[in-house]
Every structure is written in C-alpha cells, then in structure tokens.
C-alpha cells in the first residue's frame, strides 16, 4: 500500500491492513464497518513510522456479478512514533472509496481483488489531507441478511 499527501513531493509505501464487518441487504447491496490502517517510514531509516488509520460505516453495491463499488464515511487519525515522540493529530473527517473484482463467488464465500483510496482531512496540517492507495487480495464470508466478515 502507499501513502500520499497534500504539498508532499514523495509517496511512500509500507504495509496496510483492514477489516471489516457487514450486513448483506439484497443480492446487490451490503452495509458495512470498516477499520483500517497504513503504516509508512517517511525517509527516517527505521527512525520514525507515520500511522494513517480510517475508520467508516458505508454501502457496497455490486453493479454486475463479479464487479462491485465500495464508499463510505467516517474518521481518520494521522500519529507519528519514533524513539522520542509520541503524537497524534484530532480525530477528523475520513472518506472510503474502492471498486473491486469477485475473483472467485461461491454462495456464502468470496476472493476479491480490490482497489481501495482512504483518505483523511486535516486542517490542523496546513488543510493538508494524507490519503491511503491500496490493491490488495481478499477472503470473504457472507450471507444475505446475515453478518459477514472480511479479512484481509
């Protein structure tokens, strides 16, 4: 996964993980809680890591078996931690978008492969917003009108 900002000459990457939990409504439509985080070495060596993580309640609608579109809303954090600091910005204003691919759709199980922008607005950094990039692969358990929950 990689990590961008307002004003930043560099993207940089690192590892990102999410998890989320929904409710499939119709054969087309689900609703979902979903947590995730990226976490990058901003040209430190190894001395400090940047911390996103975007936390949002949304709507997943599959336009045509196996393509679906994912958005939602919620809140972002943005900390920073290193031998001498600790820190972290106000909770603000986060957004979800993703598309995704059903590589393999069973009844009740699923493999995606997913594209996925998480980005949080912070006007305590200048207005700036950092914004999550990833592709990533997918194991889904789902049901319709039950939970389902996706690890990645």
């Not at 994912?70 to 001498?84: E, T, V, W």
């Not at 949080?120 to 914004?131: L, P």
Request: hydrophobic share 40%.
């Amino acid at each position: 996964m990689t990590a961008s900002c307002d004003g930043c000459d560099e993207i940089y990457y690192g590892p990102g993980l999410h998890f989320n939990i929904g409710w499939q409504l119709t054969p087309n439509l689900g609703i979902f809680l979903d947590g995730g985080g990226l976490g990058v070495d901003p040209d430190t060596d190894g001395q400090a890591t940047l911390v996103q993580a975007v936390v949002a309640v949304g709507v997943q609608y599959w336009i045509q078996q196996p393509i679906w579109l994912k958005a939602g809303i919620g809140s972002a954090q943005l900390s920073i931690y290193s031998d001498f600091l600790e820190d972290e910005t106000e909770t603000v204003f986060g957004l979800l978008l993703a598309a995704g691919y059903e590589i393999v759709s069973q009844p009740g199980f699923s493999v995606d492969a997913e594209f996925r922008i998480a980005t949080g607005f912070y006007d305590e950094v200048d207005g700036s917003s950092v914004t999550n990039f990833g592709v990533q692969f997918s194991v889904n358990w789902h049901s319709l009108f039950q939970p389902f929950i996706v690890i990645r």
